[in-house]
C-alpha cells in the first residue's frame, strides 16, 4: 500500500516538476549585483558554516547531490552546472528573497553572511572568476562621517529621524538616503513602516499611531538605520522613547485557578477540602475518645449482677 | 436509645462461642496456606523489584496507554472495599437484623481492600520514593490528593468498625480460648480495652458504633466518587462523563457484594458456620446483589446508550472498540456474564441458594475486575490526536507478565490479610448473635 | 563565605541577602544593555570603555554593576529551580505554527531530541499527518505542547511538579515528580512523555553529573514526566525555541504576545502577531475544550509543499 502511494507521489511530483518548475526570474537590476569585497578564505569558511546551519537540510553538500529531491521546485545542487549558472547578484537575490519552499534569509542573514555563502558556493566551482563591485556612487564627499538621529515629534504624531554628515568639523544635513525604522522585539527586530528618503533638510518621518506594545513604562527601542549599507556603511541610531502602549498585562498566573499553586486555588476548594478532612477526622479522635472512656470504665469495679455477660 | 439495654442468651451465647471460636487459631493447615501464599507473593514481590529498578518499562504501558492494568486494578480494589460501608452503614441504618452475621466478614474484606489499594497505586508510581511528596507538597486541587486522603480515611473508619464490636468478643474468647497461645491472649487482652461487660461500656460502644456506621457513608461515597474522578475530570471520550460518581459507586455495590458472597460461602463450609450463615441469609444476600446489580444496570444503560445515540466523533471510536471492536469480547463477557445474566437468574429462588450463588458472584467478581480494566484502557487507546511515527508495539496496549504478577501480589496480599484477621478473631459477632432481642440492631440506630 | 565579600564589594543591599538570593539575583549574566552609541559611516569611531556594565537579574530587573564584578556564577540546581519556577517577568510567549509550510522534514524533532536528551522514541514535539475529514487533503501539523492558559494537567498535578509560570510556560519539575502520570492523562493533545526506562543519556550523566535545569528538563530522570518546555533556558538568553531555530522551512514563529510580535525561526522575519492571526485565520486546537493553548496554527492554505500521503490513523 505503501509503496503504491510512493509511485503515485514520484509520479505527482513528477507532472508537478514539468508545471510548477518554472524559471525564477530575477529582477534585471539585481542580476547585475557584485560583492563589495574580493571572496577569501576565511569567508568562505564562515559562509560553509552558515551554509551547514542554514541550507544543507535541502540543498545537501554541495558537488554530493543529495539534495532532497523530494522538493518541488527541486532545490538543486550547488554545485552543478545549473546553479552555478547563476550571477552572483541572482544567488543573492535568490537567498534574500526566496520563493516556494526556499525561505527568505534577508532577515536571518545579513547582508555579509550571504556573501560568505556565496564565496562558499563558488569555492565548488573552479572555472569561476569574481569581479567585484565598483565603488558605489553618492553624493556624498568621501571621508564624511554620518550620524543618524531620532527623536519623537508631539506636533506631528511622527517618528522623525535625521541624517546627517560632517566633514572638516562641519555638520550638514543630509538628503535623498534611504532609511529604515525599526522596532526592537524580544527576538527581533519588527520594521516599521516602509523605508523613507531623507529629505532637503536630512529627515525622514515616520507615522507613528502609538499602537506598537513598549515595556511596562511604555517605553520602546527604536533603532533608525541607512537602507543602502553597501553605499554609505553601517549608519544606525537606538533611541528609547516612551511613546508606546504601556505593558500593564498582569503575569498569566495571577488569578485563582485550579490548575495554580496551593496559595492560588480557588477559595472554595480549599474550604470544601480541608472542611471536609477535618470534619472527618474529627469523629475519628471522637471516637479514639470513646474508646478510651471505655478503657477507663474497665477499671472500675464491677459485680457479677452488674455484668451483661 | 441512652436508656436501652442489652439483654443476652447466656445458653446461646456459650453455644455461639463454642461454634465460633472453634475455627480460630492457627492451626497447621493454616500455616501451610499461609506458606503457600507468602512463597506466591514473593515472587510477585520479585516482579516488582524488577520493575522498580528497571522502571515502568517493563510494563506493557507507554506514552499513550499511560494507565494500565495497576490502575483498573486499584479501581477494582476500592470498590470492593466498599461493601464495608454497603453492608454495615446503608443496610444496618436501614434496620435490618439479617446482616448481623456478616457484618464482621464485610468489614474485613473493607479493611484488607482498602489497606492494599493503597499499595497498588504505589505499585503503578514511576517514583514510589518520593510518596512523601504527596504529603509535603500537596495540591488541593489534584484528585490523587483527595483519593489518599479519603483512602486513609476510610481505612481508618473501617479498622475501628471492625475492631470496636471485636471488643466484647475479644472479652468473651479470653475465658473461653484455653488453648490458645500466649501471644494471641495477649493480643487479645491489649484489644479488649479492659472489656468487662458493663452496662455503661456497651452504652458507649453502642454510640461510638452508631457514629461510626453513619460516618462511613459519606466517607465510602467519598472514596469511590473520587477515583472515578481520577478519570472522569480528564476530556478522553469515554471518561468524560458526567455519571461517573455513582455509575461507579453502583459497580462497587456489586463487585463488594460478589466478594462478601464469596468469603461467606467459604467460611459458612470452611469454619462449618453453617447455622449462622444459613440459607435465609444466602437469599437475604441474593437479594441484595440483585438489587444492586439492577441499579448497576441502570447506570449501566446512560453510560452506553447516551453516546451510542449521538455518536460524537470520538464517542462512536469508543464505542464502537468496546461493541465490535478489538474490546468487544472482553467488555460483553463482562457485560453478559458479570451482570446480566447473573442479574437474571438471581430473580428465582434457587438461584439464590449458597451453591449457584457462590458461583454466581465468581462470574459478577471476575467480570468486575474485566470491567474496570474496560474503563480504564480502551479510552487511553484512542486520544483525540492520531497517534504516528511511534513504534508499532507502543500504540496498543498488552499487559506483560510483571504487570500480571504485581497484579496478582495485590490480590494474594489482600487474601493473605483476610486470612490472617478470619483466623485471628472470630468472623462472626458472637455477642451480637446471642442477643436476646432480634431488635437491638434497631435500637442502636 | 566568599560570596559574603562579593556581596559587600557590590553594595548590593544591605539587608542580608541569603547566598542563594544573591546567586539568583546575579544569576546568569544577561544581556548587556545597548550603549545606545551612533556612528559609523566610511569611518567608524570606537566607543568608550564603560566602567559600569548593565546586568538582566534572573528576575528581569535591570541593573549596573562595575564591570570588573562581573563573574560568571555557576549556577546551582536551586538556583536553577528557583528562576525556573518564577519565570520571566511581563512575558507572555505564544508560537505560530505556520501548516502551509510544512513537510514533514522533522528537523524540529532532531533538535529537540537533541536539546532535551530524549530517547528517538520520546518527542517534546512531533509532526502528525492529519486529515480532518475524508475531503480535505492531508496536512502536516507540528505539535509542541500548547503550554495552555487553562492547563488540565497542571490541575491534576499532586505534587506541584508541573506548574504554569508567569509568563505563560508549563514546566515539570523532575526533582518533585512522583511518576503518577496523571497529567499524561489529562492532556487532551496527549503531548506528555514518560521516562519509561533510564535515560538516553543517562552514560553523559555518569560521565559528568550535571546540575538539573529545570528550564530544559535535562538531565532526564527515569521514571519522570517530561514535555515541551518552549525551551525555556534558551528563552532566557533572547535566543528562540530549538525547535523553531531548527526549522528549514519556515513554519515555526515565536514571541511575546505582549510586544505583539513573533519572529520567525528560519528567515528572522519579526511580524506583528496580531496581524498575522488575523490575515491568515489562525487558529486553536480544540477551542472546546476550553484549554486556551498559547500555540496558534495558520491554516494548510496555499501549500508550498505537496499533500502528505493519507494518514494512516488509529482512530478507525
Redesign the interface.
Known sequence: MNKFFLTLIICVCAVLKLSAQTEWVVPAEHQGKLSPVQFTESMQQSGADIFAAQCQVCHGMPGQGNYNAMLVPSPGDPAAQKFQSNTDGAIFYKVSEGRATMPSFKSALSKADIWNVISYVRSFNASYVQETAEKIETNIPEGTLLALGLRYDEIKKMVEVSLTGSLNQVTNPVGGVGIKLEAKRYFGNLPLGDIKTTNKEGLAYFSWDGTLPGDSLGNVHLIAQVEQVEAYGEVKAEQTLPIGLVNDKPALNKERAMWNTVDKAPLWIIFGFTGAVATAWFFIFYLLFQVKRIFVLGKEPITEEEKII | MSDHN???N?EK?DKIATDVLRPVGFNNAFINWMLFLTMALVACIYAYVIQYN????VTG????V??GMYIANFVFFVATALVGMLISGVIGLLGYTWIKPITRIAEIIAVAFAAVAGLVIVS?????E??L??F???????????D??VVT?YL??ST?LYL?PL??DLA?ARGRMLHAPKWQMKLYEILS??????????K??F??TR??II?II??AF?IHTVTSW??A????SGWDSTIFGPYFLTGAFVTGMAAVIIAVFFFRNNYKLRQYLDEPLFDKMGKLLEFVCVIYFYFNLNEFVVPAYKMKEFDA?HI?ELFAGRHAVMFWLSQIFGLLIPMIVLLWKPFRKPLPLFLIALFVIVGAWLKRYIIVIPT????????????GE??IYQPTVIEGAVTAGSIILGIMIISVLAKLFPVIPI?EMAEEDEGTKTKII | MSSDSRKNELDNSKSKNSRRDFMRKLGLIGAVASTGAVVSGFTSAAGVDEEYIKVLTADNKLVEIPKSQVKKVKLDTEVLQSRGRIGIAGKRWVMVIDLAKCRNARECIKGCQEHHHLHPYQYHINTLVMQDNPQSAPYNMPKPCMHCDNPPCVSVCPVNATFKRQDGIVLIDNERCIGCRFCMAACPYSVRIFNWEKPFREQLYQEEPMEYDVEANVPQRKGTVSKCLFSADCLRGGELPTCVRSCPNGVFYFGDQNENAVTNGTTRQTVVLSELLEKNAGYRLMEDLGTKPRVYYLPPKDRVFDTPEKPDSHHS
Open positions: 442489652i439483654k443476652i447466656k451465647l528497571k522502571g515502568l518499562i504501558m507507554r506514552d499513550m499511560s494507565w503503578d508510581m514511576g517514583r514510589p518520593r510518596l511528596n504527596v509535603l507538597y500537596g495540591r488541593v486541587q489534584s484528585p490523587i490528593l483527595w489518599v486522603t480515611t481508618v473508619i475501628l470496636l471488643i466484647p468473651i480495652f479492659n472489656w468487662t461487660h458493663h452496662p455503661k461500656q456497651y458507649l460502644l454510640s461510638a457514629l461510626l460516618l459519606p466517607t467519598a481520577l478519570l475530570v480528564n476530556s478522553r471510536i464502537h487511553m487507546e484512542h486520544p483525540f490526536l492520531p497517534i504516528q511515527f511511534l513504534p507502543w500504540v455477642w
